[in-house]
Structures are given as C-alpha cells and as structure tokens.
C-alpha cells in the first residue's frame, strides 16, 4: 500500500492551536462521560445498598468474563434533553464477553 504524505506542519502555531483545543475538548468529554457512568445520588446508592441490589458497575461486573473489555454505547444519550430528566435513557448498552461469546 502507498504511504499517505502530508502537508501538515505539525510545529506550527495553527497546528498546536488545534490540538491543543482537540484535547481540550477530548478531555471535557472524558469527564462528561466519567459523571454519567458514575455520579449518582448517594439516596439512589443507599436504597439499591438497601435492598440487598448490585449496582450497575457490579452486576456487569459480575456478567462479563473477568478481564474482558466493555464497550459501552451512547453514554451520553439524553444528556442535557428534557430539564435534566433522560427517560428511556438512562440504561446501559454496550458491547462485551460473556461464556466468551
């Protein structure tokens, strides 16, 4: 196959420009994605502890095959929608091993 060449001058003002604000949006996404798996109401975590139920980490956990990865899909789905509400959306999908299939 033909190697691709650029013409990008990766030490220019504009490139670092980019990258710098590409990175600056790649990391407010981690974040965004890190508080919607993660970040919620320590009533809703008590409740669940509560009633003897597995959070949603745990039961995938649980499902997985140990040491497998996870992709979870749609993240974000919903978010900033409907005044904070996510009806429907606030579930986990994604893609995984289980019985290594």
Known sequence: MRRLETHVDMNSAEFRANRHANLRIAGELRERQQAARFARPARDMQRLARQDKLFL???????????????????????????????GAAQCTGIGIVGGK
Do not use: I
């Not at 649980?62 to 009806?87: M, R």
């Open 57 to 87: 980490r745990d039961r995938l956990e649980a499902l997985l095959d140990p040491g497998t990865p996870f992709l979870e899909l749609s993240t974000l789905a919903a978010n900033q929608a409907y005044d904070g509400d996510v009806p």
